[in-house]
């Protein structure tokens, strides 16, 4: 498996606090990707870095923010949260340009926005 | 725009009784389709990249196949362990974005 984790593994907040997601990876992987998985709509894409403090955004990126401060850690930060980003949440690594650019992803964090 | 469908979005079948997913795709250029197995409650688990057209690849009772617009999963005389959520993705060149699909519902029966 590779190596990542995320925490916490289940959050339950009310609605307007803000909330921090980690994802923590020891595959020195280039590329982090941050995901949201909802019924119907398969997994979208929130930001992904490409590099330390290289972030952009994916097509569901409006209320969240990340950061990339080291290699292994990606976070993603809901300023306010509110009921529609109660959802659960994968990060993803790959190795893009190394050859293969495969994804490999983490066991999720269930957020509860109440 | 880059788009994905799987189809069907639910399949039920006997132990032994074997069947194809299909994963269809638009995108500008393809530079991978990968298949993912995602257990509940659990993250998509990597199964397959695919590249090209004509391209194939094989494990255990999962062969994954690749035409220009579609790919299919097929799955030979599964067994009840086999039963999970199977999603698609595609790459497109140039792009560092991966689309997924809404994915599959496997149940084999013993």
């Known amino acids: 498996d590779a190596g990542i984790t995320q925490s916490p593994r289940h959050k339950v907040t009310e609605t307007g606090t803000p909330v921090t997601l980690r994802c923590h990876q020891t595959?020195?992987?280039?590329?982090m990707y941050w995901y949201r998985q909802d019924p119907g709509h398969g997994l979208r894409l929130i930001h992904y870095?490409?590099?330390?403090?290289?972030?952009d955004k994916g097509e569901v990126s409006d209320g969240y923010s990340v950061s990339r401060s080291k290699t292994e850690d990606f976070l993603l930060t809901l300023e306010s949260a509110t009921s529609s980003q109660t959802s659960v949440y994968f990060c993803?690594?790959?190795?893009?340009?190394?050859?293969?650019?495969?994804?490999?992803f983490g066991p999720g964090t269930r957020l509860t926005v109440l | 725009e880059d788009q994905v469908t799987q189809s069907p979005e639910a399949l039920r079948l006997q132990e032994g009784e074997s069947s194809s997913l299909n994963c269809s795709y638009t995108?500008?250029?393809?530079?991978?389709l990968f298949w993912y197995r995602q257990d509940p409650g659990k993250g998509p688990e990597f199964l397959f990249t695919?590249?090209?057209a004509g391209e194939e690849k094989e494990k255990e009772r999962l062969k994954a196949t690749l035409t220009k617009k579609e790919s299919f999963l097929h799955i030979t005389a599964p067994k009840p362990e086999d039963s999970a959520t199977y999603l698609c993705?595609?790459?497109?060149?140039?792009?560092?974005?991966?689309?997924f699909g809404t994915g599959t519902s496997l149940t084999v029966i013993p």
């Open positions: 993803a690594i790959s190795d893009v340009g190394a050859g293969t650019d495969t994804q490999y």
């Open positions: 595959e020195n992987h280039r590329y």
């Open positions: 870095s490409y590099g330390v403090k290289d972030t």
């Open positions: 995108v500008s250029g393809l530079r991978g």
């Open positions: 695919l590249y090209s």
């Open positions: 993705a595609v790459q497109a060149k140039g792009g560092n974005q991966f689309y």
